[in-house]
């Protein structure tokens, strides 16, 4: 019975730490769903600790299945076999495996969430055309990026945006006839990032 006491805290143990460790990425893809942006950026201090929550939960589930698979003594034969209860199985386990992995690896795959806003821009004159570099504090992967360019794309008159969390940077190509840079720095700052300075 303490095996598998054991076991079970030890799978939901690597099963939180998995959550928590993509849980800087998924307030922005949460907050896309939803139609609100200012709390994206609520998680992203957990960042840093991303490397050891991946590291617990990796511990944690190695352990929960040595556990279940590690062979029985001789003295426990004898107890009457019960059907196990659902988090005894192997099912279970699995279940807990898979979806810590698919936890993990989000932050790589979380761009397929936000759908492509990208709008032909008509130019009318090169001239009005603008590039403006913000730098942006507060993204911590590609899902920040992702937000960061699916809001801007939101305004009239964008015609690129390119953001970067590893530089935290944005870089956002515009008609000055349409929108304005304080408009842009104002929907970046929507995201919950935040805007620090224009160049």
Known sequence: ????????????TGLFAAIAASSCCI?????LIAG????ASALSWMEPFRPYLIAIAVVAIAYAWYMYLKPKKADDCCEVDAKPKWYQTKGFLIGVTLFAAVSIAFP????VFYPDNKKEVVIVSE?????????????????CEEHVKH???????????????????AEVKFDSTKTSKEDIEKAINATGYKVVKQK
């Open 127 to 143: 001239s009005n055309v603008q590039t403006i570099d913000f730098d942006v504090k507060g993204m911590t992967c590609a899902s």
């Open 151 to 169: 809001t801007v794309n939101k305004l009239e008159g964008i015609v690129s945006v390119e953001a970067s969390f590893e530089n935290e940077k």
């Open 36 to 39: 609100v942006g200012g709390g």
């Open 108 to 111: 790589y795959y979380s761009h």
């Open 27 to 31: 307030p922005p893809v949460i907050a």
């Open 1 to 12: 019975m303490k095996t598998e006491t054991t076991s079970k805290n030890a799978a939901y």
